[in-house]
């Protein structure tokens, strides 16, 4: 809700496109930077009081855009309303460098290993859900009562989170230890790249959203392909998490601990697949039909990639394991909306698309050859 309705405003009082499309990058340059510490610091600190005050700093933030949205005009000029609102965007970025880890953290020590499964993906469809209904009200929102009381809405909001871990009771610190910062941090990044499981399963989720990234040129097959206008932008932008939501449902009640690593790798080469028939569609129906099953499939991949990553990590190195994990996501995703940009003005938005998803069939293809113990993975241990 709040990234659109900043979104949004910052459009509507500048008139400049490129300021929206930095707001993004303003948050995941601090998410990935403070990602290389936070891991560290998550696995020495108790997981709910972090939480806690992760949550406490998103609602003084959301306080904060609200402030900035009474005092511009009249206090405050466009310019240095458009830069102050990106160092609240920068300030979030930080927290969620530390809101990751610390919720993967605290599902594993929540949750029984057997059941694991399942929560993580209830955890992943209430991600999917947020980032569905997160857009859509938010944009409802800025018609009915305008930015300021949008705004407000999204801090009133946050108060939900914020009770609900309240009754989460404090948990044991696991790492007890005490050790230098630099060594915490080469021991996560040394375990993620010796577990050759880990490894993969990581890479896989990262190659597929960098090279998979259609979602980035949805406006251009809107418009100019499609021709389906701002309505059908709309409809083609939430179709992915629609059929992901679905399907996580699902997931949330029927096993797959059978051949996890197979299921994995044909699930995130059939998204591919998916990509490279929407990017050479010309007919919206099949158009929008691929991109429900490219989130089907790249649902079922990350509820079997959450359950191997809190399977397969140890209690102790859950934080830094989770701050890895941010990093390759997180970069992945920035990174896969400016490989779109830059081969679509180079080859064009068809062949852009069409590239990506074949690349994402090679990468599961050297995986499958080159890391044979994912093949015969097993979820229980």
Excluded at 210 to 226: Q, S
Aim: glycine letters at 10%; one cysteine or more; aromatic letters at 10%.
């Amino acid at each position: 809700m709040q990234v659109t309705i900043l979104a949004y405003w910052i459009y509507d009082i500048s008139h400049n496109v490129r300021l929206v499309g930095e707001l993004g990058l303003w948050e995941a340059i601090p998410a990935i930077g403070c990602s290389f510490f936070s891991g560290h610091f998550v696995d020495q600190k108790e997981k709910r009081n972090l939480l806690l005050a992760c949550s406490l700093l998103y609602i003084l933030t959301a306080g904060y855009f609200c402030s900035l949205s009474f005092l511009h005009g009249e206090h405050l000029s466009t310019s240095v309303t458009v830069h102050l609102v990106f160092v609240g965007i920068f300030i979030g970025g930080v927290v969620r460098s530390f809101i990751g880890p610390s919720s993967f953290s605290i599902l594993g020590l929540l949750v029984k290993r057997n059941e694991l499964q399942a929560a993580s993906g209830w955890s992943s469809t209430s991600w999917y859900l947020g980032s569905v209904l997160g857009p859509l009200v938010g944009g409802l929102l800025i018609g009915i009562v305008g930015i300021k009381m949008s705004l407000i809405t999204v801090a009133t909001t946050l108060l939900v989170p914020l009770i609900a871990m309240l009754l989460i009771p404090k948990q044991e610190i696991m790492k007890k230890g005490k050790e230098p910062i630099v060594q915490s941090l080469k021991q996560g990044i040394s375990f993620v790249f010796k577990s050759p499981i880990i490894l993969s399963v990581l890479s896989l989720d990262m190659f597929a959203v960098l090279f998979g990234g259609a979602v980035a040129l949805l406006p251009v097959y809107a418009k100019d392909i499609l021709k389906v206008g701002e309505i059908g932008f709309g409809v083609m932008r939430a179709a992915p998490g629609i059929g992901a939501i679905f399907t996580l449902l699902a997931l949330s009640f029927i096993p797959l601990e059978k051949k996890p690593g197979i299921k994995l790798m044909i699930c995130i080469a059939a998204f591919g697949l998916c990509m490279i028939v929407f990017g050479v569609s010309t007919w919206f129906p099949l158009s929008l039909a691929m991109l429900v099953m490219g989130g089907m499939f790249d649902a079922v991949s990350v509820a079997i990639r959450g359950t191997i990553l809190q399977l397969y990590t140890p209690d102790d190195m859950r934080g830094r394991v989770a701050a890895v994990n941010t990093m390759f996501i997180s970069s992945s995703n920035e990174l896969g909306e400016v490989e779109s940009g830059y081969t679509a003005a180079w080859m064009g938005s068809v062949n852009s698309v069409v590239l990506g998803g074949s690349m994402t069939l090679l990468v599961v293809l050297f995986t499958f050859m080159l890391v044979p113990s994912l093949r015969v993975l097993k979820l229980k241990k």
